[in-house]
């Protein structure tokens, strides 16, 4: 039997190979698309999943419920000496602390600093993080305070073929220390958000420069918990309340757990949850890509399905010559069925070849290192070589089989399943477009979105503008960030050189402060503060909407001296934080004073600085000023000429003054560039995805065109016998086709109008869901319709009647 | 070995009844050469479906041998079919995927006991005059080797009847004289046939011939011999 099918599929490729590459290339296609996707959703889904015990790791996620809510969200932080209050509390709670991570510390060697992801852990770590030693015991090493454990490749990076064991490494994460390595462990794999290359001991007790230590609502540390079993973790969980309220009191006053909360989110969950203020845009994405996936198989299947149950009906003849041989009915469904998922099974090897070929493509153009799991792609193949081969051949199968044979051998036609089986076809291709035009609107939306972030009014210029963080760093004291700021503005070429604690970049984290309105009931909105040196405003160059900005000669501009805040201060505004106060316009908000026991006065409203994700909201900010560099500084470098010989200006001046820290400067361009990475990737593998699935879409009716128009060549031979013009006839043709298509506008539209509401409604600035997108769409898939049928329908046209009227 | 009794065929469509035979009565016996003529919609392609059993009849008896086929199933029909009849079309009805000798062992596909397959289909082919087109496909032939496969794919099976449906219809006179020749020969080595056919003269090369009108057989006659 399978000989049989096998030499029949041959055959039949050999002789029809357009239709072979329609039907089996898009199957294949499909299989391909569908795996990439899929692996890069398992891959999403999959991180921590390789954790041992994973099941019973928890992050503690520290929840605000702030007045105004435009902070509010669960962050995946704690206080650094949460961990130590909790185990006084809830003695033999097992869990570990991380601090640092990415870039989280430097190895210095010869007067250098080498970057790298360093944490800081507790002697438990090893309870809760079972990681593979290559060499040395873990627990024993993290219990010495001049222990360190390094990974594999960051002991080939630091020792090359050398045995590190032993050795000392100088490592400055708070202050530089030596330490000996004690072990290395297995290299962690992709799938973890966990970025650790050098594990060392927490220190005992707060660094000098941590005063926020013991600080609620801070979030400097990642605490992490090990429960038996979920029960376990939940009885915990409901013992929080009580925990803030026990130990947050004192601090945050009465009800502390009205503010704080504390929640346990399961490691497996972490990656795509979101953080903050955060949408739930990351899952979001991944979901997305998975629709993307499973509706270009199913539009794939759809059109296999299609073509194979059109084309089937040309086989009648052969079915009923067959029955005439002697074959009964269960021999010739067994034959469909066999034919079809051999076929099936060529387009899913030919599928599985493709994202072969095409996954270093993508793994180069995504930063990926996907791979296809053969032990769980095969049997998923297989069932569904198993289902689209039973689907396809069911239909064809039975019906063919049914029919009689004398009938069919008398009939000059093929049948095709009569009115039924083009009904079938119609819906199928309805449905098939349906998808296509969705997918079209939806790419159309994402690329003007996208287009949209980049070119949006962030507020500054984001040209001739260094961003240096590294001056943040704990390593550097005062007097030195003061030097460095001096060295960089006397820099040939440079036109400002601000500092403040926010700059263009990073996670929009930072501090906090409930605002008291004057007049207005209860705790006034929740408003992040920034405070900024002298230039800050004018390396950025805001658009001033009223008043004025800091100005040195005015003496109450400066609120560097925190003892005098109870005298007043005067602050500058953004836009949404006037608006958060309630005035009425930014003048409006131009000298009044808000603030209640520390005073502050607004001096001066600015229009929005985005310096982050175009999927952090526009946040309330206020700006107060000190004539010093202030605390834990962003510099930002205005500069006029070639950014490289600026940056190279910037390393040197770097090194000379503070060679013990590595130097992060980045173009506020690329820093910027950095924050889309993700929503491009994301965009990449949905335009990738969705554009195929068009294409295979317009294969499949092309074929279901050609096809048609040759079933109905007798047809047009009547009909120009009978005076129908070329043009009545490709007429006739092109409604056959536009009106599944049109039709699948229905189905499109409230589809891709749902799915992007939901996606635009993640992005703080995003751009309007105009029906121009809709009906350009279903145009686009017109035209592609038309085009597609128009060739066959103008070669069916010219036929000449006499051979139409002969054609079978 | 055939005899038909009353055998009538109806078909029932919208509502509108069609009469294609009206009480038949016929016996053929082993050996002979039928042929059945008659004006186009007279019932001959019906008679001879349902000799075939690709056509059930709505009334009568037929009987093949002591065997009563009204009595079969589908599935018994189609290994009766296969192991007992062969048949040759008008139009060929050739597999346009497969070669000439893939056409031909179709023939012995249904068949479990089809013996050493490759030897009688090469002699089949042989036979006919064909085997030189073996692995042709049907649409680099001629209309007359088409047919003349065709009827190799007939008589692989050593059939005990073969059934024709016009199977000069589309020749030329040269080839169609030539397919009567093979039949003719066919019958002499003692196959039996029954014939539909259009032409006096083929009809002629038969042992002998009845003509249908209506759904009737209005007339039967010997041939000289």
Known sequence: MIGQAALGLYRTFARHRAYAVVNIGGLALGIAVCLMLGLYVRFELSFERWLPHHRELYLVQTELHLPGGAFNGAYPGTMAGLFEEMRQDFPGLVGTRIRGGKDGGAVLRGGEALPMDVAQVDPSFFDVFALSMVTGDGRRALADPDGALISRSAARTLFGAADPVGQPLTIAVDAPQTYRVAGIFEDLPDNTDLRIAILLPMPRKAPPAEWAWYRWGTASVSTFLRFPNAAAARRFEAKMPSFVRRRAGQELGPEPDKAITLSLLPVSRIHLEPQGTETAWRRLTVTTLGIVAAMTLLIAIVNYVNLATARSGLRAREVAMRKVLGADRGTLIRQFLAEAMLTVAVAALAGLIMAELALPLINAANGLSLGIPYALALPVLALLVLLVGATAGMYPALLLSSLSAAGVLASARSPGGGRAGTRLREALVTMQFGMATAFIIATAVLVAQTAHVRRSDLGFRRDGLIVVPSLADKRIFPDQSRAIVTALRDMPGVVAVGAGSVGVGGDGAGMVDVVEVPGRPGLGPSIKVASVGPDFFRAYGPRLLAGRLFDDRHRADDAGEWTRWKDGRNIVVNRVAAEALGFASPAEAVGKTVGGSLPRTIIGVIDQLRFFSPRTPDQATYFQYTRDVPPTPVAAIRFTGDPNVMMNRVRQTWRRLSPQVPLIAETADRRLGRLYQADDQAARLFGIGAGLAILIACVGLWGLASFNTARRIREIGIRKTLGASASDIVRLLLVQFLRPVLLANLIAWPLAYFAMRTWLAGFGDRIALSPVYFLAASLVAAAIAVLTALGQSVRASRAAPAWALHHD | ?225
Do not use: W
């Open chain 2, 1 to 225: 070995m055939i005899r038909l009794q009353n055998i009538q065929r109806r078909y029932v469509s919208d509502e509108v009844e069609t009469t294609a035979l009206h009480d038949i009565d016929l016996h053929v016996a082993e050996g002979e050469f039928l042929a059945i003529m008659g004006p186009s919609g007279c019932g001959k392609s019906t008679l001879l479906n349902t000799l075939g059993t690709v056509d059930r009849p709505t009334g009568g008896r037929y009987l093949f041998g002591d065997r009563d086929l009204a009595a079969l199933d589908e599935k018994a029909l189609a290994k009766f079919r296969g192991q007992t009849l062969g048949f040759v079309f008008q139009s060929f009805n050739l597999i346009d995927e497969l070669t000439i000798e893939e056409n031909v062992a179709l023939g012995l596909a249904y068949r479990a006991d089809a013996g050493n397959r490759r030897a009688r289909v090469a002699a089949a082919m042989d036979k006919v005059g064909i085997a030189h087109r073996a692995h042709h496909f049907p649409h680099q032939l001629s209309g007359g080797q088409q047919q003349r496969a065709a009827i190799a794919r007939a008589i692989v099976g050593d059939p005990k009847l073969i059934l024709a449906d016009e199977p000069t219809g589309n020749l030329d006179t040269a080839n169609g004289e030539q397919v009567m020749n093979i039949l003719s020969g066919l019958n002499a080595e003692g196959a039996t046939i029954v014939m539909v056919t259009h032409s006096p003269s083929h009809a002629d090369m038969a042992k002998r011939r009845i003509d249908m009108l209506d759904g009737r057989i209005v007339a039967s006659a010997m041939r000289d011999i």
